[in-house]
């Protein structure tokens, strides 16, 4: 949002903050039932748990003495969510760096969630009093311009969940230089990931003339037969013209009938939840 927008308050992490790696470890459903949590008895209590906390004790943060995140207890309960604790990464022991030695999964939502090393699990009815879960993360309203403008609202807006569907061009890039071939068709290539838990990415287009036209890619890995959280890798060949400031846009759309719809996103102060679909942008073709 910063770059092709206007400021926000964030860090810039372009189209790089995105993994796709096997977890292995056990269900945190399992794990609450075994700790005596009974989810019939949860779910009709006067005040019934609403919430279950991943905190992280290990040191303190920018702002606040530890870290924490906390997700739904209905979406925790569901086997189908695969909340998992995490011990291995990609049939390994978990490294360091990544959380070791258990960390919290919780695919198709934003990372802030999946809290690394990790000390404690709690179920309350309340949400995470981590800085991160109650004043960051979130989608403010457009009349939040500033810090001061946006302090009312940090209250009043829900805290970020489920990841919106988005598309990547990872070739060619923006600001590059390329050769358009005798065929006058570029290759383009990147990635695709669906929208929370209503994958997969089923169909992902690409247009080199600023959306006049649109030409189906490839799903090289993935597709229908994929999983729901898995990204899809994808390649077409498309139509571009001799020039300068060219443009590339990508669109994505899922099982769960998610399509990206606006060349760029509405703007928001903290400058997440970005999903345009105009991908590359003052690219030079020769």
Not at 108 to 137: H, I, M
Not at 222 to 246: C, F, H, P, Y
């Amino acid at each position: 949002m910063r770059t092709r927008i206007k400021e926000v308050i964030g860090i810039d992490w372009f189209d790089g903050a995105v993994m796709n790696c096997v977890w292995e470890g056990p269900r945190v459903r399992d794990i609450l039932l075994a700790a005596g949590v009974d989810e019939c008895r949860a779910l009709h209590d006067h005040v019934p748990p609403k919430h279950v906390h991943f905190a992280s004790y290990g040191g303190k943060t920018q702002q606040d003495e530890w870290y924490g995140g906390s997700v739904p207890f209905s979406r925790v309960m569901r086997a189908d969510m695969d909340v998992i604790l995490a011990v291995k990464m990609n049939g390994a022991p978990l490294p360091a760096r990544y959380g070791f030695p258990v960390r919290a999964i919780v695919p198709g939502v934003l990372g802030a969630r999946s809290v690394k090393w990790l000390d404690r699990v709690t179920v309350s009815d309340k949400e995470s009093p981590c800085f991160y879960q109650q004043r960051d993360y979130k989608v403010l309203p457009a009349e939040a311009v500033d810090a001061e403008t946006a302090d009312k609202y940090w209250a009043q807006c829900p805290s970020m969940l489920d990841m919106p569907i988005n598309s990547c061009v990872a070739w060619p890039t923006s600001d590059s230089t390329i050769s358009l071939p005798a065929s006058g068709l570029i290759d383009v290539r990147g990635y695709a990931v669906p929208q929370g838990c209503q994958g997969p990415v089923v169909r992902v287009q690409v247009s080199g003339d600023a959306g006049k036209t649109w030409t189906d890619a490839c799903l090289e890995c993935g597709g229908k037969d994929a999983s729901k959280w898995t990204w899809v890798l994808w390649n077409a060949k498309i139509q571009m013209e001799r020039g300068e400031g060219r443009k590339i846009f990508a669109k994505a759309s899922d099982a769960g009938g998610n399509q990206q719809i606006h060349e760029r996103s509405p703007w928001n102060l903290r400058g997440v939840a970005y999903n345009g679909y105009e991908a590359v942008f003052n690219l030079t073709i020769v």
